[in-house]
């Protein structure tokens, strides 16, 4: 049985939706057990009733989303259901937590509660980002954690995602791309020709080269690695142009008459189109170098999104995503 | 008469878009008079005649598009007709000049044969871009010049954006906005915070305050600030978005009867969206920071793109963007 500590409390729509994403996964998975940590008071309108595999402990106090400080909100706040959830897995009860609350807040949460896996400098946040081929997707880090980081760190954070899209996307060998302003050797700042050099000497990573961010729907490699500020701004930057694009899209669309009944036809095709770019469907992002599975859904997690970083949690802990990562911090110490 | 020198064989389409550029813009502009420099040889299939404002300079030699050494490049190619035309702004007989050529060389070329404007420390690229709303456009510096700067040369380069947004874009009080991973004041690198206390105290900047990119295509503020790095990998996400929802919306368009039938009834309008992305239609990125005007016109521009970047070079000139630029460098000595 695996045992999964969820954060019944954080995100824009909680506890409703994460309740009725935890019943999903419960029906969808019968290896798992999970533990809500949350206000029965609030919770109690969504429950179903027992569930052999259900269970539910009392937490006090919820961080809000965008917490200004983060460590002070998780060291004064011990009874909230985030700290009450990574606590679980500190203890070693549970094997995995769960939260769709505030990001800084979880991560600090995570360094605190948690720890840092041995060996590893410095975590990272790592979304699986949709590509223009429905098939494939692509593994960005570092989406947030860490805005200036050393060369080394990032090659850890490249050994975790490498470990990542082979046992949980099941990617056979799995290429790192470094973002970077151009695909030539040498371009970008000292700390990308740092990391690239770093990179093409490391056995465990399989590393492609330069990426520019031009490819970023159709990117060359399975692994887009950068910093925490570029990477954030460059996920940010799809964000915003798909957001900009489907209005421009809406209002060329709708001009003149052959547009207009264009429109009516394609909705439906549209719909589909944008679904596949819904924070709310792509899942959780795993906080990588912490000493336990950490999976950070969308704060705006419907039901679908929080079941899917349920299923995510539960399958990086049947890979053994962490041990797998510790052998070769091992290797790489003894070499 | 505003005379204008224009390097006659840099770019994708060079000569033959260049030259159509300029007789484009000699038809549309009585008050300007161009000197291209290029290959006879190669132009010649393209003239249309004697003209009274048009004059051509033989030069030799190309510098190559993605020229890896660009700074030997131009040291070595004096008689190319990027570097003559660069020479004719030094020399003071001509106000301004145009090129689609490579862009690190043309940098190179602008410090070596323009020279830095007094005061100012670095330069950046500044490309005006389109977003969502068809009337309104933004200012991105510096689109890579710069891949490392420090705080006060990137100050430096929003005073040149203000005066231009003013003077060229027609902005009454044109707003600084500094990209970052989030809007709360403090957020980002130190790099990141430090120029934001800069913005904050200079009299000659209206500063909005931090912009996140996922707002890029409604940006909040009419210029966005960041490093050549930063701002680079913002850019190329922007294009490699627009181009991997292209092919998605393709994708999904056709897909089942009714959206066949909304494609067909669709595609002049999602030919008009396209080519408000389209790069050949946007004209041309100025190069802050020199003593003269400098306009780099896309690569891959064709006779409307370059006729563009002509048309922005005179407006330039008109207004005395330079000159509005030296004056608030003076105030800045002074207090």
């Known amino acids: 049985m695996i045992h999964i500590a969820v954060d019944g409390m954080g995100g824009d729509y909680a506890p409703k939706e994460q309740i009725e994403g935890v019943y999903q996964a419960l029906k969808a998975f019968e290896d798992i057990h999970i533990t809500v940590y949350g206000e029965y008071e609030k919770m109690a309108p969504f429950l179903k009733g027992d569930h052999p595999r259900l269970e539910f402990v009392e937490s006090h106090g919820v961080i809000p989303m965008g917490e200004k400080d983060p460590v002070g909100a998780i060291r004064s706040n011990r009874k909230s259901s985030m700290a009450m959830a990574l606590k679980a897995v500190k203890d070693g009860t549970h094997a995995a937590c769960v939260s769709s609350g505030a990001t800084q807040a979880l991560i600090a949460g995570g360094h605190i509660l948690i720890g840092r896996m041995k060996g590893i400098k410095r975590t990272a946040i790592a979304p699986v980002l949709p590509t223009a081929d429905p098939t494939k997707q692509f593994i960005l880090i570092d989406s947030g954690a860490n805005v200036e980081i050393k060369a080394e760190h990032m090659v850890q954070q490249a050994y975790f995602a490498t470990v990542y899209a082979r046992e949980v996307l099941g990617v056979e060998d799995p290429t790192v791309g470094l973002i970077n302003i151009g695909t030539e050797e040498g371009k970008g700042r000292l700390l990308d020709t740092q990391v690239a050099s770093l990179l093409k000497t490391h056995d465990a990573i399989n590393f492609y080269g330069n990426v520019e961010p031009k490819d970023v729907l159709m990117p060359p490699s399975d692994i887009l690695l950068s910093d925490g500020f570029t990477a954030n701004i460059l996920m940010k930057t799809i964000e915003g142009t798909a957001k900009g694009m489907s209005t421009i899209l809406k209002a060329e669309l709708s ?23 819904d924070p709310a469907e792509i899942g959780g992002a795993m906080i990588y170098g912490l000493d336990g599975v950490l999976i950070k859904a969308q704060g705006s997690s419907k039901a679908t999104g929080f079941f899917n970083g349920i299923r995510q949690a539960r399958y990086v802990v049947k890979q053994d995503v962490l041990g797998k990562v510790k052998e070769i911090i091992e290797a790489e110490k003894v070499s």
Chains 1, 2 share one sequence.
């Open 255 to 277: 001009r003149g008459i052959l547009g207009k009944i264009g429109l009516v036809l394609s909705l439906g095709n549209l719909k589909r189109f944008k679904k596949r770019l």
